[in-house]
């Protein structure tokens, strides 16, 4: 079951959860340093300073903290975020990629954090700090024959640009986007040739549905103009990447979840359809063919909503179109409209539970076929080359008394995985890369824990932010080393 020749291996950070380093060398804010740590159980906040002064929280909801009219986002004193010092690969990222070439990494895929290089968003000039930092980041990888896959956009739109200009509802972030964009394509255009315009774009519709009580009409149409307007940027990002240089590679990047019909009443598979539409295809149709698929109309009529949307819009979207199709895989879901099932309740899963399936502590099912589904699927429907950006298992690590970490848990998970890749390249998917989530222990997105592992390398760092920072290398780490060494024939 060995893989093409030349299939990059590899794992993924972001920056938002990695770096650390939330206030140095000139970075502006983004909502992940506003928001505290959390649990399955307990929800992670956005923390704020109202009109009268008052300190207060609000639920995050993932990544759309809605906070009072008129409150100022805030860092608190007496609050706890994670991701300010987060696993400080800011200062420790040549140890850390020296750690990935031993594994045999040939691809890292990471995150450029925005405010580091616009720290308001709209600055006329870039950071120069921020510009070094990364540069010295790709020298390193390229010192060990590393491809960097950089996201332009992982969650970290720079808070000015959430509280002077409304966010992403507004299109004039379309231009400070591309504006970025263009910065450091240029400035990187020697050291990265593939690039993802936006992380799990797609997420910002699906929350909406995913935590409980119906959205309002008025939250589907700022989610709807949002993906708008991010499709645009993206859009005009290609192009102007093409022209930059010819050679870059530029890429989407989807939160990937295989649906199911809970039964086979024919209500299931029609809902279960259209799950797929809203949640994945809506934007993968756009991404990847250049225009709305036929469902959008259906979709915007549901929840009344009318796009400020141009003919310009459209050519852009049409001329735009991503080079490959990039995608995070963890969990499948089930859809059903009965409501005897039995429903999972966990971090960013819903839907009735699977009884062919087991599931993590943190709600997840385990579901290797899945991917295997979602690969032949995805490649039927847009034929672009297909990379593997995230899949992982979050887990409790025991360190034992002699400091070695036995994850089993953790290879058998990546091992069923890969072979399910490996069929849906025996099938004929033109897979060309896959980058675990994590390659090293970092702020899980969800909860902001530490002790939801996903890393080969252990990180010393508690849910408290205490410890050495110390990194120690899992069983998972030599197992994956093997992987890496034999192309995938080694499991």
Not at 215 to 236: C, P
Request: charged fraction near 25%; hydrophobic fraction near 35%; charge should be negative.
């Amino acid at each position: 079951m060995a893989f093409p020749e030349g299939f990059l291996w590899g794992g993924a950070l972001a920056a938002n959860q990695a770096e650390g380093a939330y206030n140095i060398d000139g970075r502006g804010l983004v909502q992940t340093d506003v928001t505290t740590g959390g649990s399955v159980d307990s929800p992670r906040f956005v923390t704020y300073i109202d009109k009268d002064g008052n300190p207060g929280k609000a639920s995050s909801m993932g990544h759309t903290g809605q906070i009072p009219e008129g409150a100022k986002f805030a860092v608190l004193d007496d609050e706890y975020y994670p991701n300010h010092q987060a696993v400080d690969f800011y200062h420790r990222y040549k140890e850390d990629i020296k750690l990935f070439a031993e594994m045999g990494y040939s691809i890292l895929r990471l995150s450029i954090s925005w405010a580091r290089i616009f720290p308001n968003g709209d600055d006329k000039e870039p950071n120069q700090a921020g510009l070094d930092f990364y540069r010295s980041v790709f020298e390193e990888c390229r010192k060990y024959n590393i491809e960097p896959l950089v996201s332009i956009w992982h969650f970290d739109t720079p808070l000015a640009l959430e509280e002077n200009y409304g966010g992403w509802t507004n299109r004039k972030l379309i231009d400070f986007y591309v504006k970025y964009a263009e910065t450091i394509f240029n400035e990187y255009t020697d050291l990265v040739k593939y690039w993802l315009t936006f992380n799990e774009i797609n997420n910002t519709t699906m929350f909406l549905d995913m935590f409980g009580g119906a959205a309002s009409d008025a939250e589907y149409q700022d989610g709807y103009q949002i993906l708008h307007n991010q499709f645009v940027a993206s859009a005009k990002t290609v192009q102007l990447g093409h022209k930059i240089n010819p050679d870059f590679i530029i890429g989407n990047m989807i939160c990937g979840i295989t649906f199911y019909p809970g039964t086979c009443d024919p209500a299931d598979i029609l809902a279960n359809q259209h799950k797929w539409e809203s949640g994945i295809y809506y934007c993968g149709d756009v991404q990847a063919k250049g225009k709305y698929g036929t469902y959008a109309k259906r979709l915007w009529k549901e929840h009344n909503v009318v796009l400020d949307i141009t003919e310009e819009d459209l050519q852009d979207l049409k001329n735009g179109t991503v080079d490959i199709y990039t995608f995070s895989y963890y969990m499948s879901n089930n859809i059903t409209t009965h409501t005897d099932q039995e429903m999972v309740s966990g971090n960013f899963s819903t839907g009735a539970k699977n009884p062919y399936l087991t599931y993590s502590d943190w709600g997840w099912a385990h579901d290797p076929v899945g991917l295997q589904y979602y690969l032949e699927k995805i490649y039927d429907r847009y034929e672009l080359p297909l990379m593997v950006v995230e899949n992982g298992l979050g887990a409790f690590d025991k360190v034992e008394e002699d400091g070695s970490i036995h994850d089993d848990y953790r290879i058998d998970y990546h091992r069923a995985h890969i072979s399910a890749m490996a069929d849906a390249v025996d099938n004929g998917v033109n897979l060309i890369a896959y980058t675990t989530w994590g390659c090293i222990d970092i702020v899980s997105a969800g909860t902001g824990e530490m002790r939801k592992r996903y890393g080969f390398i252990y990180v010393d760092m508690d849910d408290e932010g205490h410890g050495s920072l110390d990194r120690t290398p899992k069983d998972s780490f030599y197992w994956y080393q093997k992987v890496i060494e034999t192309n995938g024939a080694v499991l």
